[in-house]
């Protein structure tokens, strides 16, 4: 499958840094979105009077309906206009966030979520793939300036928080993204379509089977598992462990350093992917993130342990674009599917592994459940260590087609 080349056309290659900028936008707001989420919930236990209890639903909430079109549209691809799917799920997205300022009850707070979770995903499923045919020979680049544009957008999104209740109403949080949205919705609709030769092939069902069973596509899968599982853990509890060990003004500044180093992280991931591989640079991330970590919840006290969570950061960042770039390299023609098994799979380890630590949290103490993340960081660096060995030396798809 060709897509666009070094001899493209001038218009064509104004297009395709046009479609570039459109989908760093968009990722960067959705990335702010649901970081707002996460900071409004002691907000809206005090605005709706809402049970603990209920508010533990609103994660569950967001990521229902993204799960379920991130597959659709995964499944899908090939058969619908790229364009037409990127526009759908901008407009619904920025809707949905300009709605939930609105909203009168907690309940209808759960729906918008579900909805705006829907929207996420289709333009979530369609925008990275989208990159990976506009740039199929610097995917992992790509890839790593994409994931840095979402963690530019989730550290802004508390700040927009604080800016909202500085002034007095957390609806306007709302307000002011759902209408940042607005520039990237008149961008995509006034853009041609992509200009790429081709794109996803149609999917069958017994091509989706082969696909999830390529050896790149597994390791992939269970390097994101264990990647977004530790980065679940740290989003949900590294400020419970930093409570005691770090000054009351710090607690919180804990999880905004972690999101911080993200942007630098995947920015330098990115750079380097095309100089190391996606698979030897996994691996050497893998291995720094787990000397942090060791670091961090072993030896660590005071300030530097504000200097162990941004190595993390620095070096976690990293994993989730490099993975995803090196499945998506060996099966091009089915960039869509293998986003959304990323994505699909990079929820159940958010979910899963914060759930997990809770138990242990309630029986060993905060400290034992954080240096079980050591687990899931050794599991990256055996990953990817098997497939530096037996399958990271295959010549990818779209080099050997150059």
Same mark, same amino acid.
């Given at each position: ?16 840094? $046009? ?33 603990? $209890? ?9 990521? %229902? ?87 530019? +957008? ?11 209740? $500085? ?91 972690? &999101? ?15 100089? !190391?591989?996606?698979?030897? &640079? ?6 720094? /993130? ?47 599917? %293998? ?8 929820? /159940? +380890? ?8 809770? !138990? ?14 050591? %687990? ?6 055996? %990953? ?19």
């Amino acid at each position: 499958m060709e897509t666009v080349t070094d001899g493209e056309t001038r218009p064509a290659s104004d297009s395709r840094r $046009w479609w570039t900028l459109a989908v760093f936008a968009f990722v960067a707001l959705e990335g702010a979105t649901l970081q707002v989420q996460g900071a409004l919930v002691p907000v809206l236990r005090e605005s709706f009077g809402t049970p603990q $209890w209920q508010l533990g639903l609103v994660a569950p909430a967001g990521t %229902v309906g993204f799960l379920v079109l991130v597959a659709a549209v995964g499944a899908v691809a090939g058969r619908f206009d790229t364009r037409t799917l990127l526009l759908v799920g901008v407009v619904g997205t920025g809707l949905g966030v300009f709605a939930m300022g609105l909203v009168p009850t907690f309940g209808v707070f759960l729906v918008m979520l579900v909805l705006r979770g829907a929207f996420a995903g289709i333009g979530r499923g369609s925008d990275r793939p989208l990159l990976s045919h506009l740039y199929p020979h610097r995917r992992g680049r790509l890839f790593g300036y994409y994931d840095m544009m979402w963690a530019v +957008g989730a550290t802004l999104g508390p700040l927009a928080v604080t800016a909202a209740l $500085w002034v007095g109403d957390w609806r306007l949080a709302y307000y002011v993204l759902g209408a940042s949205f607005l520039p990237v919705v008149a961008l995509v609709w006034s853009l041609p379509s992509p200009s790429v030769d081709g794109g996803d092939d149609p999917l069958t069902l017994a091509g989706l089977r082969r696909i999830a069973r390529k050896p790149a596509v597994l390791v992939m899968a269970a390097g994101i598992l264990f990647t977004t599982g530790v980065e679940g853990g740290l989003f949900t509890w590294l400020t419970t462990y930093a409570e005691g060990r770090l000054p009351e003004s710090l607690v919180t500044v804990s999880l905004s350093v972690l &999101l911080a180093a993200y942007i630098p992280g995947r920015f330098v991931a990115g750079s380097l992917s095309e100089r !190391f591989g996606s698979v030897p &640079l996994a691996f050497g991330l893998g291995g720094l /993130c787990l000397i942090s970590a060791v670091y961090t919840f072993v030896v660590a006290s005071g300030v530097g342990l504000l200097v162990g969570v941004f190595g993390i950061g620095l070096t976690l960042s990293g994993l989730y674009p490099t993975l995803l770039a090196y499945a998506t390299e060996r099966t091009p023609e089915h960039s869509a599917p %293998v986003n959304a098994i990323g994505l699909v799979v990079s929820s /159940c +380890g958010i979910a899963g592994v914060p759930a997990a630590m809770g !138990f242990v949290i309630g029986d060993a103490g905060i400290a034992v459940a954080m240096r079980l993340l050591f %687990v899931p960081l050794v599991g990256i660096v055996v %990953v990817t260590a098997v497939a530096w060995v037996r399958i990271g030396r295959v010549t990818p798809q779209s080099q050997r087609a150059a």
